[in-house]
């Protein structure tokens, strides 16, 4: 998470009633009329932010504290001195994990599906949005790179915010996206679960019972995410014999018999509830 703060704008109540009071009374203030508008969004980095407008003299204005918050600034009214004074303190949120899927929104924007890691180590599922004009897309090499880089598959460090929805899953304008390596990706059922002290490994394979032939071990580590479909976070205890997974790992396979190789993450495809 990173946070900014500075102060970008101060204004007195007189500066900003002058031009009505000069127009219509002789006072800083006068009484105004307009009409609450509801049919009209107001969208904040691609997304409903939720704030109904109000049309005055066929202009539209929107309440100072919403838009101050909306946009990652602290709003404090200054009493003594009748100053409104805004700070900014943007707070993008920072997430690590792989796209599972994305969706083409015409215009230059894409909407991507998310699952990944928060820097508090909490699993998460994130819906983010991107567009080629304000998102700043480059590799892990810092080169520039385009909408197209967003591939299922693709492990992304993603930068958010401040604006994020409360839906279910979350849903923000992602801003900053460095795209990593492509994993692989294998649907399967769960052929075995090995916890031990060394670590934990998921064993793949063919076949049942005393035919079961292993052909690929994935192995965990400390950045591993495990996680429901529906983007709940599980713990490797929730993983049972038998349930069907989706696999993101490598992209590095050894040659051993049989093959390892490093998970990104796991989707539990079967409904399942953390801890049971």
Known sequence: MRKRIRTVLVLTAAGLLTVTAAAGASGLTSKVSGL????????????????VPVFIDGKAYLPA??????????I???EEHKVV????????????????????????????????????????????HANAKSSVITDEEGRPA????LKPGVHVAVDY??????????????????????RLIREDKLGDIRITDEGTSLILGTGEGNEFHTDLVLNAGKESTVISSKGDPLSWTDLKKGMRIRAYYGPAVSKS????????????????????
């Open 36 to 51: 609450l508008r509801k049919d009209v969004m107001v969208v904040v980095g691609g997304l409903d932010s939720g704030m």
């Open 65 to 74: 504290r919403e838009v101050a918050q909306k946009f990652g600034y602290k």
């Open 76 to 78: 404090t009214w200054v």
């Open 85 to 128: 004074l805004l700070e900014d303190e943007s707070t993008f949120f920072k997430d690590n994990g792989v796209i599972t899927s994305v969706e083409q929104e015409g215009d230059g924007r894409v909407r991507f599906d998310f699952l990944g890691r928060s820097p508090n180590d909490a699993n998460r599922r994130m819906i983010f």
């Open 146 to 149: 385009g909408l197209d880089a």
């Open 161 to 182: 915010g401040p604006f994020v929805s409360a839906s279910l899953p979350g849903s923000a304008f992602a801003q900053n996206i460095v795209v990593g390596t492509q």
């Open 257 to 276: 018999i049989p093959p390892q190789a490093p998970i990104d993450t796991i989707v539990v495809l079967d409904d399942v509830a953390p801890g049971k």
